[in-house]
Structures are given as C-alpha cells and as structure tokens.
C-alpha cells in the first residue's frame, strides 16, 4: 500500500521559514519523482517543484530562488524548504510521487504564513 505522510507544516510569520517532509513507503522509490503541490481555499491545486531520483529539479515561478527540494533516496523521503514566506504561499501542501501519468499524493500539511 503506497503512504505518503507529509510533516512540518503550520504557521509562521511574512519572511520566515518552514521545512515541510514527506515520507514515502509502498512504492519503488527509484521509480519515481517526487514532487509538492498546493491548494490555496477556492484555488485550484498548484505545482511548487519536482525532483527526479538523478537529481534533476523543476519549480514554479512564484517559488523559484525562495524554495528548494531535496530528497533523500536511501531513506525514500523528500522535502522543501521554504524561504523568505508570503502571505501568498499560505495553502495546503501535498507531497506527491509522479510516475508517466500515475500520481500518488499525501494528506496534505496547512502552511499558513501571517502578514
């Protein structure tokens, strides 16, 4: 059974900073790439990044220089750090394992950034 069980969200002022994780079990980690999602309130679900098990990383625009992926494949876990947060960046995130046409996604971890 595939588990993704994202971790590290919560609330933080404009500015700072949150590190979110994923842990992955059920799945041939290698196989895929690991990717974070989110979904603001009346907002459709959003690519943030990617990475592939060689190491390759993909970020949406409004992240990129502030967000950083990572992932760890001997421990089958990924995360993101999140840098310089905006009031913009409060949702949802989803840890998500991407393979051709195939998602897998966690329960998802309320960030939620203060003005």
């Known amino acids: 059974q595939v588990q993704l069980v994202e971790s590290g969200g919560g609330l933080v002022q404009a500015g700072g900073s949150l590190t979110l994780s994923c842990a992955a079990s059920?799945?041939?980690?290698?196989?895929?790439?690991m990717a974070w999602f989110r979904q603001a309130p009346g907002n459709e679900r959003e690519f943030v990044a990617a990475m592939s098990w060689s190491g390759g990383r993909t970020y949406a625009d409004s992240v990129r220089g502030r967000f950083a992926i990572s992932r760890d494949n001997a421990k089958n876990t990924a995360s993101l750090q999140m840098n310089s947060l905006k009031a913009d960046d409060t949702a949802v995130y989803y840890c998500s394992a991407l393979r051709g046409l195939s998602r897998r996604w966690g329960q998802g971890t309320q960030v939620t950034v203060s003005s």
């Open positions: 059920g799945l041939p980690y290698r196989d895929y790439a």
